[in-house]
């Protein structure tokens, strides 16, 4: 994934080499499209040529982000001249710390970024309200500074400036700097997890074992459905961290399958199907939330369940399918369990009623 990753940075090279030969030989400006890029390379490209930039987050698996990356070049064109575009894949290891930082899990996200270096917009979606939001905030209107965060979670007011402080204190941590006096003004925000665990890497670097076991505990309290899909890779290690004896198979895990065929289905004629899941780990599993691709899929069990450790449960559906033909949806289960999200693919072949 590295290589690959090295030779999407090498094409971005060549893609911007050639739009600066086109650039001159036509009088034309074309927006430059990185992938993949860190934050420091794409921080310095944008001073070197004196623009904002954007962290647009998206995946490979969301049909949204890929239609809104395809997109980018004829939404933005106009403004080749003004801002930097990064898109970062945060199904990749290097990526992820986006999501963290910012406690969010929806695609795409984009992340409005001035002249000078700091984040100015938070940006989710990719339909026009969103496209208009981030243009407006690339050119400096601080209406749209807070869209994503305190128009959608009131309880989060302030978060612009709290991301940015958060930001310089994970950067400063990465250069080995002791951060303690700037990260405390972090502190004691329940929205904001990832505050605690830069205090937790913080002390335990400046050899404070105690205090970053305090903190890792903290950290690990955090516990609820957005939690649990956005900081589940770190759980593991931090639980290893307290307690050097802990397993993976401590945990709760969630068995189920990863496919489900239907035969005999029929157009506006609901047929019922469950899905069994089962509890295989050590620990409580609770699951907290079940979500279905489309309307066409209709949860009868209840979304929120708990399993004991071995315990088996049926989970039961109804699919109407509104069209014929073979076609593929999805269900998704968002746990505790060592494997957070478990999607599974729903294959049904339509017949005319």
Known sequence: MRNLNKYYKIFALIVVGVMLYSCKNTGKKELVILYDYSLEEVKTMA????????????RPDCPPCVHYVQNLGELYRDMAT???FNIVDISLPENKWYQQWLCSDANPTTCVFSRDGHLTAVVS???????????????????CAAYFYEKNFPAKSGAIAMLNTLLSCKLKLEDGEDISNEIETCLGKKSYPYSVFLKYLNEEKQGRHEEAVYWAKQFLSFNN??????????????????????????????S??????????????????????????????FLYDIGTSCDCIKLISASEQTLMP??????????????????????????????????????AKVKES
């Not at 001073?47 to 998206?58: G, L, N, P, W, Y």
């Not at 979606?125 to 209406?143: E, V």
């Not at 069209?323 to 494997?339: K, M, P």
Request: charged letters at 20%; aromatic letters at 8%; hydrophobic letters at 35%.
């Open 225 to 254: 459905r957005i939690y649990n899909h956005v900081y589940g890779d770190l759980y593991a290690p931090i639980k290893k961290f307290v307690n050097p004896n802990y397993t993976p198979a401590d945990d709760a895990v969630l």
């Open 47 to 58: 001073e070197q040529e004196d623009k904002a930039f954007c962290i647009v987050m998206s």
């Open 256 to 285: 189920v399958v990863n496919e489900v065929r239907l035969e005999r289905c029929q157009v506006n004629v609901p047929l019922r199907f469950s899905i069994k899941i089962s509890n295989t780990g050590k620990s409580p599993m």
């Open 310 to 347: 071995q315990e088996t449960k049926i989970v039961d559906f109804e699919f109407t399918a509104d069209t014929q033909g073979e076609l593929s949806r999805e269900i998704t289960f968002i746990s505790n369990a060592t494997n957070s999200m478990e999607k599974i693919q729903v294959l």
């Open 125 to 143: 979606g990719g339909l026009m309200p969103s496209f208009n939001c981030i243009k407006s905030s690339i050119l400096g209107n601080s209406q």
């Open 82 to 84: 003004t801002v930097i």
